[in-house]
């Protein structure tokens, strides 16, 4: 039962194509205005996405995708599991902010990434014997606001195999997931769907299983069928559609089509291997929704090539049976290229935002279902032109730079690790001559309105270019003078000048291109712009030298020389698919190699090089996996392999599983890596004990996602169980990642005390 359905959009963006619900949510954080005030602008953009989607003449549109923080939250919530520790919390509003943020009194659940992207999920608690209660309000808010809008609605809900393979017991800490809980946890999935039943006659429900995409797959076969044949016929008046993405399911596609659900949905972007689960789905007779249009990147969609694929998946499936979708939620890609003025016009052509995929998949959808001598004259039209980008991409003279493949020819030969670890760091040692429990910051400071400005003054041109540099300057001195107050033995500058740690290197790169609002959700309100990688990439001039020599000038203590790594800005940009991912890594590694060199000959001795989104980039499939880690070891190798043996090189990773990886880990040979473990407590820096990693680390010794600030008992008794780890030689203390969200009310004390409890800790050695 898909209604009729020749459209189908898997997820929209939610936070405003002028980042509405990121503002009202910070100034409601902030106590500058009331939650009133949030759900109002809530309303609005819900209803804005939805009339957006319906002009451009979507059949499927989702409700329940909008959140005022994070989908698997909102299930929590809906499941009434909310963790023991929060239900002291009565309001209902201030128990939901304290789970994703944590507050004076309760630390914020974990976060890590949702799969292979730059989107980062709440991790659900749960343990055996948990209390659930079903709560519906805001879908049956949602759904009754969308129909009456004349929206076609779909239930987006979070599966229970990905629910609970993303979830963390807190009864049994050494589980990887929570699949153990699956016969407590259905139960309360059959309760909510048969709640859902109620909505209308035959309510269609979109139920992500993006687990089934993974090597968890395997591990999960035998409950799928349990799963959804219990579901289905808990609440059959649910027409249920069970959709994946980001790689091939076709383990699950086997189980699913033996089960009584109505709808599967497969990604034809990213698992290229779904083709050949297409007889099982024909032979099921079930609804194939085709996930055809990309979600996770800007490239104007080839239309001729969408339109060939979906004649082939055709010759499988019964053209009537297919739905033509996106590959996934567009929440991976930016709102509209509307509001871009400054793009080349080229360039320009060459994009699809959310709001132009929209349009591209009601033009498929027509071309496939009814031809091109169905087409109106301004679809005509958009055909025509979307022939035209895809031509000129191919043959534009911006992509080619002779220069950089010159370059690429010999790059083989750089491909190499450095001296051994234990050799470096005895001469990095005699060279700084820091502590144990050493203490510094990962890079960035508070971002403030101030800065914000200065940088905004600048680009609009009303502050002239020395004006900007003295300004620059005063955060600089200000933050090294604050840095060597409170004791902190290793230092940065602050990073006032970059906007994003990616974006800022971007701007300085050849082959790279800027939206102006080009913004993509990564974790409740935090937003990031990726650069657009078009052409060949090169570094014409140095990028970071003048502000960390400037900053080093302040100090005799050591001045990181702070840098993003050449895997992380390709893992967070959106990247050219004209050629092999690779070779833009690559040439993005030689662009760092050149500004670590400059750095190292300028005197500065320890440099960062982030590779905060290295993991991000995995497949999903371990059979892919070798020929990523391949590259991406390599990137990193030829972007440090510069580096002198006392030139000590420091790397940071953000929230990630690294039991996998911990081998590639210590391939990447860094001799200093920063992680994020405030969250999730000493299970990532075990892993490191268990694998006899011998690199110095530096574990988050507290949560810079939350604005609580933590006292000197507190992360002196985290110190003491790191300890109970690894050595405090080979440990490094400070936060968790960088402190540009967080305000200097907050930063300034945390850090005091983040100092204060390595020493007291260092003196009882």
């Known amino acids: 039962m898909s209604k009729n359905f020749r459209t189908w959009v898997t997820g929209f963006p939610r936070i405003g194509e002028r980042r509405e619900l990121k503002k009202i949510l910070e100034r409601y954080w902030r106590g500058e205005v009331g939650f009133a005030e949030v759900v109002r602008v809530g309303e609005e953009l819900k209803r804005r996405h939805w009339n957006y989607q319906k002009e451009a003449g979507i059949d499927a549109i989702s409700v329940n995708d909008f959140s005022y923080y994070d989908q698997t939250l909102d299930m929590v919530e809906a499941l009434g599991l909310v963790p023991e520790r929060f239900r002291d919390i009565g309001e209902k509003t201030a128990r939901y902010f304290a789970m994703a943020r944590g507050d004076a009194t309760h630390t914020a659940m974990e976060m890590t990434k949702w799969f292979n992207t730059n989107y980062h999920y709440i991790v659900p608690e749960l343990r055996t014997g948990m209390r659930w209660k079903i709560d519906t309000q805001k879908i049956e808010k949602e759904y009754a606001e ?3 809008m004349g929206a076609r609605a779909k239930i987006n809900v979070v599966g229970p195999l990905t629910f609970l393979a993303n979830a963390r017991r807190v009864d049994d800490p050494e589980a990887e997931d929570a699949l153990g809980l699956f016969d407590e946890i259905l139960p309360a999935y059959e309760a909510l769907f048969r709640k859902l039943e109620g909505l209308d006659t035959n309510p269609v429900v979109q139920i992500d299983e993006p687990v089934l995409a993974t090597d968890k797959a395997a591990k999960v076969i035998l409950l799928i069928r349990r799963a959804y044949t219990r579901l289905a016929e808990a609440a059959p008046n649910l027409s249920l559609h069970v959709v994946t993405y980001f790689d091939h399911a076709r383990e699950g596609v086997a189980q699913l089509v033996r089960t009584p659900i109505d709808g599967i949905g497969l990604d034809f972007v990213h698992g290229a291997a779904n083709m050949e689960a297409l007889d099982a789905v024909a032979e099921s007779g079930k609804t194939l929704i085709a996930g055809v249009v990309d979600g996770r990147n800007v490239w104007v969609a080839d239309i001729d090539a969408k339109v060939a694929l979906l004649e082939k998946i055709a010759e499988k499936v019964k053209k009537e049976k297919i739905v033509v979708s996106t590959s996934c939620s567009l929440l991976h890609v930016p709102y509209t290229l509307r509001y871009e003025e400054k793009l080349p016009e ?6 699809a ?3 132009e995929k929209l349009d591209e998949l009601a033009l498929i959808s027509k071309l496939f279902f009814e031809g091109a001598e169905s087409l109106d004259h301004e679809a005509a039209l958009a055909y025509a032109r979307n022939r035209e980008a895809n031509e000129s991409r191919r043959c534009s003279s911006k992509i080619h730079d002779d220069a950089v493949q010159r370059r690429m020819v ?21 060279r700084f001559g820091y502590p144990p429990l050493v203490t510094t910051t990962i890079g960035s400071f508070p971002q403030t309105p101030e800065v914000r400005a200065v940088r905004r003054d600048f680009k609009k041109g009303s502050l002239d270019e020395n004006g900007y540099i003295e300004k620059m300057k005063g955060f600089i001195d200000e933050c090294v003078k604050f840095q060597e107050e409170i004791g902190l033995e290793v230092l940065v500058h602050g990073e006032f000048e970059r906007n994003d740690m990616v974006e800022y290197f971007g701007e300085r790169l050849e082959g790279v291109a800027f939206s102006e609002n080009g913004w993509v959700q990564s974790y409740g309100s935090r937003c990031v712009k990726p650069p657009i990688i078009y052409g060949d990439v ?11 020599l400037f900053a080093q000038s302040l100090t005799d203590r050591p001045m990181k020389g702070m840098l993003t790594g050449p895997v992380t800005i390709l893992n967070w940009s959106f990247v050219r698919d004209d050629q092999p991912r690779a070779q833009t890594c690559y040439q993005i590694a030689l662009a760092i190699r050149d500004e670590v060199d ?37 990137s990193f190798w030829i972007a440090t392999g510069v580096a002198e043996p006392e030139t000590q090189i420091h790397t940071h990773m953000c929230y990630s599983d690294f039991e996998d990886i911990i081998e590639t880990i210590e391939a990447m040979d ?6 994020e473990t405030a969250r999730s407590g000493n299970t990532l820096l075990k892993v490191f004990e268990r694998h006899g990693y011998e690199k110095e680390v530096g574990p988050g010794v507290y949560d810079i996602h939350s604005p609580r600030i933590p006292d000197v008992e507190e992360m002196e008794k985290q110190i003491r169980v790191l300890l109970e780890v690894l050595p405090a030689r080979q440990l490094w203390i400070n936060p968790d990642c960088g402190l540009k969200t967080r305000r200097w009310e907050e ?11 390595a020493k007291r800790v260092r003196k009882s050695l």
């Open 598 to 634: 400059d750095l190292q000959k300028a005197g500065i001795g320890m440099i960062q090089v982030d590779e905060a989104a290295f993991k991000e980039g995995y497949p999903l499939r371990s059979a892919d996996r070798p020929a990523y880690e391949k590259f991406a070891l390599e």
């Open 146 to 148: 969308a129909k009456a």
């Open 538 to 548: 090169s570094r014409p001039e140095p990028m970071t030298l003048f502000w960390t």
């Open 670 to 675: 860094a001799d200093v890596i920063s992680i």
């Open 346 to 351: 080229d360039i320009r052509a060459w994009l």
């Open 353 to 355: 935002f959310a709001l």
């Open 410 to 430: 010999d790059i083989d030969a750089l491909k190499k690790r450095r001296i051994p670890f234990k050799e470096r760091i005895g001469l990095q040692h005699k």
């Open 747 to 757: 930063v300034k004390p945390s850090l005091q005390n983040m100092v204060e409890a």
